[in-house]
């Protein structure tokens, strides 16, 4: 079956609404979001069912698809909570719906609503892609273990819509299927709970030979990040309809930086324009905000030792560091007043403006105004004022952009 390369759909994650209008004003073309329960991230920051109509129509406004996250196992006792959030989604004008249990797959289909078929089905090859959509599925997220041959040949075998993941955190488990936390603590990963004990650092004690290895240098349980940005154009070329970022759980810089950087790289692709310069540039880029380092995943193979991470937590390059917060945004001249709470601002330092509906900001400081005087430098308890071309409300947060 034949395709025609075209321009890949950006898909950005969105917990709250900072996240939300980030990704939006970042440049993607969808975001994927969950309610309260019922989807794979049950710890993160989620919507409420009854603001699922303001979300469709922000984002129908900004010409954005919205899809609801409904992937996770389904217990009895939950069904007339399923049948209510589908029935909400469809009133609202939801565009998709991720899930993978039957029981919310017969559910889209009573309320004629479109659905996806989540990575957590394990979809790897071209039958079952087929299947899922003679089932009625228009998408089907590719399990994350798929190479780049393997896709190529799913490609060539159905046209129906292939997401797959681009860029985020990975998991040792197929698909993200493990159980070390349900074992460990009572919280199921299958249920959006996990607690990821598969990160820390681990004592290994031979009870036989009486010694101890601390399993912490190397992190066997804690893959890297996916990052695909230095072979982006071949994710392209064999077909991918939809490129994922994972990261319902990170902040809104994190949102604001890798969705800016990915919709870049596409447009400049579509143009003939991305180079391998170019590529280095983002890829440094994309370090400056929360990640474990960065691997390939599995599309040139299966990974090895060198793709775990080599400390807990991240790697960023850069951290923020609170200032303070805006007082008043003046709209005719676009001049924003900050009240310095902490620290100090330098001409020359970056920062990032945070706010529920402004998302992200990000400024490099030239000079700014003091008392109608223009100065270099502010210290805590100050006044500032300075100009910015992208709109910021009172009340958002400033923060200085600092290297680790």
Same mark, same amino acid.
């Given at each position: 079956?034949?395709?025609?390369?075209?321009?890949?759909?950006?898909?950005?994650?969105?917990?709250?609404?900072?996240?939300?209008?980030?990704? $939006?004003?970042?440049?993607?073309?969808?975001?994927?979001?969950?309610?309260?329960?019922?989807?794979?991230?049950?710890?993160?920051?989620?919507?409420?069912?009854?603001?699922?109509?303001?979300?469709?129509?922000?984002?129908?406004?900004?010409?954005?698809?919205?899809?609801?996250?409904?992937?996770?196992?389904?217990?009895?006792?939950?069904?007339?909570?399923?049948?209510?959030?589908?029935?909400?989604?469809?009133?609202?004008?939801?565009?998709?719906?991720?899930?993978?249990?039957?029981?919310?797959?017969?559910?889209?289909?009573?309320? !004629?609503?479109?659905?996806?078929?989540?990575?957590?089905?394990?979809?790897?090859?071209?039958?079952?892609?087929?299947?899922?959509?003679?089932?009625?599925?228009?998408?089907?997220?590719?399990?994350?273990?798929?190479?780049?041959?393997?896709?190529?040949?799913? =490609?060539?075998?159905?046209?129906?819509?292939?997401?797959?993941?681009?860029?985020?955190?990975?998991?040792?488990?197929?698909?993200?299927?493990?159980?070390?936390?349900?074992?460990?603590?009572?919280?199921?990963?299958?249920?959006?709970?996990?607690?990821?004990?598969?990160?820390?650092?681990?004592?290994?004690?031979?009870?036989?030979?009486?010694?101890?290895?601390?399993?912490?240098?190397?992190?066997?349980?804690?893959?890297?990040?996916?990052?695909?940005?230095?072979?982006?154009?071949?994710? *392209?070329?064999?077909?991918?309809?939809?490129?994922?970022?994972?990261?319902?759980? =990170?902040?809104?810089?994190?949102?604001?930086?890798?969705?800016? $950087?990915?919709?870049?790289?596409?447009?400049?692709?579509?143009?003939?324009?991305?180079?391998?310069?170019?590529?280095?540039?983002?890829?440094?880029?994309?370090?400056?905000?929360?990640?474990?380092?960065?691997?390939?995943?599995?599309?040139?193979?299966?990974?090895?030792?060198?793709?775990?991470?080599?400390?807990?937590?991240?790697?960023?390059?850069?951290?923020?560091?609170?200032?303070?917060?805006?007082?008043?945004?003046?709209?005719?001249?676009?001049?924003?007043?900050?009240?310095?709470?902490?620290?100090?601002?330098?001409?020359?330092?970056?920062?990032? *403006?945070?706010? !529920?509906?402004?998302?992200?900001?990000?400024?490099?400081?030239?000079?700014?105004?003091?008392?109608?005087?223009?100065?270099?430098?502010?210290?805590?308890?100050?006044?500032?004022?300075?100009?910015?071309?992208?709109?910021?409300?009172?009340?958002?947060?400033?923060?200085?952009?600092?290297?680790?």
């Amino acid at each position: 079956m034949e395709f025609v390369i075209k321009k890949p759909e950006i898909l950005a994650p969105a917990g709250d609404w900072r996240m939300l209008t980030t990704a $939006v004003s970042n440049g993607a073309d969808a975001v994927y979001f969950g309610v309260e329960n019922l989807n794979m991230r049950a710890k993160a920051r989620n919507f409420k069912l009854e603001e699922l109509p303001k979300i469709a129509e922000f984002c129908r406004e900004k010409k954005v698809d919205t899809h609801l996250t409904l992937n996770t196992i389904v217990y009895e006792s939950e069904l007339d909570e399923l049948d209510e959030i589908v029935k909400s989604a469809k009133n609202a004008g939801i565009d998709l719906i991720i899930c993978w249990d039957l029981s919310v797959i017969q559910k889209c289909k009573e309320y !004629e609503m479109p659905f996806c078929i989540s990575t957590q089905a394990s979809i790897s090859n071209s039958a079952s892609a087929k299947f899922y959509k003679d089932l009625g599925a228009k998408r089907i997220v590719l399990a994350r273990e798929c190479k780049l041959d393997q896709i190529k040949k799913i =490609r060539s075998e159905t046209d129906i819509e292939i997401e797959a993941f681009v860029h985020g955190a990975m998991c040792v488990a197929v698909s993200g299927r493990c159980f070390i936390s349900h074992h460990v603590f009572g919280k199921s990963a299958n249920r959006g709970e996990c607690v990821q004990p598969c990160r820390r650092e681990y004592n290994i004690k031979d009870n036989d030979q009486n010694f101890d290895l601390v399993i912490g240098d190397d992190y066997v349980l804690s893959p890297k990040d996916l990052c695909s940005i230095e072979f982006i154009e071949q994710l *392209i070329e064999i077909g991918i309809d939809s490129f994922k970022i994972e990261g319902r759980k =990170r902040s809104p810089e994190y949102i604001a930086k890798v969705v800016s $950087v990915y919709r870049k790289a596409v447009d400049l692709y579509s143009e003939g324009k991305l180079t391998d310069e170019i590529k280095k540039d983002f890829f440094d880029e994309l370090g400056k905000v929360y990640n474990r380092g960065f691997s390939s995943g599995f599309y040139f193979g299966t990974p090895s030792g060198d793709d775990y991470a080599v400390k807990y937590g991240s790697v960023a390059t850069t951290k923020k560091v609170y200032l303070g917060k805006v007082v008043n945004f003046f709209k005719k001249s676009s001049i924003v007043h900050l009240k310095l709470e902490a620290g100090d601002l330098n001409s020359g330092d970056e920062i990032y *403006i945070i706010g !529920e509906t402004t998302g992200v900001v990000e400024l490099k400081m030239s000079s700014f105004v003091k008392e109608e005087v223009e100065i270099t430098h502010a210290d805590k308890g100050d006044d500032v004022t300075f100009y910015s071309e992208r709109l910021v409300r009172p009340r958002d947060q400033v923060y200085k952009i600092v290297e680790v």
